[in-house]
């Protein structure tokens, strides 16, 4: 069946434009993450939806950082006025009730 | 607060040989769940094996299977018969029975050699 999808797969924006990443997670699942993946600070968690509850934005770095997720299944994540540091790849996953979570191709952002 | 340790920062094996990746953690939860993951340069983080911390008996898949330590809080992770594909870097990572996150260790780089 179908993995989890993000796109687009390579962004180059310049410092302080706004982005929008993609996800479409495994249908069914009702458990949506993301990921930040960059040099030096390894994987770190950024939000999590799960089903109608609110989402858990504990790992947000800035407010200039935001997610939604439709409907219960695609999510946006939007960076405001991107900096540099924010040059990472962005990984997306989903899960079902068991833990184990489905992890989708990621997408490289690059901030020049 | 959780936390995963991968000692190895890399790590070689030679083909059709066995390699052994560490993996040690840090909780207060008494229910847990662990995982391996692969990441292959294509980038795209693929499971490899989970385990349930209420299981005692190690979890196996195919040519993978992990040593499960909970009182030590280690879960190895045991690769046989290696081969070129399983070159990639290895992720430990957690997530507590209540919790959502995943916690990832800082990785460990295998290289696959002839």
């Known amino acids: 069946g179908a993995g989890v999808s993000q796109s687009p797969s390579n962004k180059v924006t310049e410092k302080g434009k706004d982005v929008e990443l993609r996800c479409d997670p495994i249908?069914?699942?009702?458990?949506l993450y993301w990921y930040r993946q960059s040099l030096g600070q390894g994987l770190e968690f950024l939000i999590y939806?799960?089903?109608?509850?609110?989402?858990?934005k504990s790992g947000l770095p800035s407010d200039r950082f935001s997610a939604e997720r439709t409907g219960g299944s695609v999510s946006t994540l939007t960076i405001q006025r991107t900096q540099q540091e924010d040059s990472a790849v962005y990984l997306c996953?989903?899960?079902?009730?068991?833990?184990?979570?489905?992890f989708g191709p990621g997408t490289r952002l690059t901030v020049l | 607060a959780q936390t995963v340790t991968q000692s190895q920062p890399e790590m070689s094996v030679q083909e059709a040989e066995t390699v052994t990746l560490s993996c040690t953690y840090d909780?207060?939860?008494?229910?847990?769940?662990l995982f391996w993951y692969k990441q292959p340069p294509s980038r795209q983080m693929i499971l490899v094996i989970r385990q349930e911390a209420y299981k005692q008996q190690n979890a196996t898949e195919n040519r993978f299977s992990v040593n499960f330590q909970k009182a030590a809080k280690s879960f190895s992770l045991k690769i046989s018969d290696s081969q070129l594909g399983d070159a990639a870097m290895y992720f430990c990572a957690y997530v507590g029975g209540t919790a959502s996150k995943l916690t990832f260790g800082t990785g460990t780089r295998l290289q696959v050699t002839l």
């Open positions: 996953a989903s899960s079902p009730p068991r833990h184990e979570q489905f």
């Open positions: 249908s069914g699942h009702t458990a």
């Open positions: 909780t207060s939860e008494s229910d847990y769940y």
């Open positions: 939806f799960q089903g109608n509850s609110a989402p858990d």
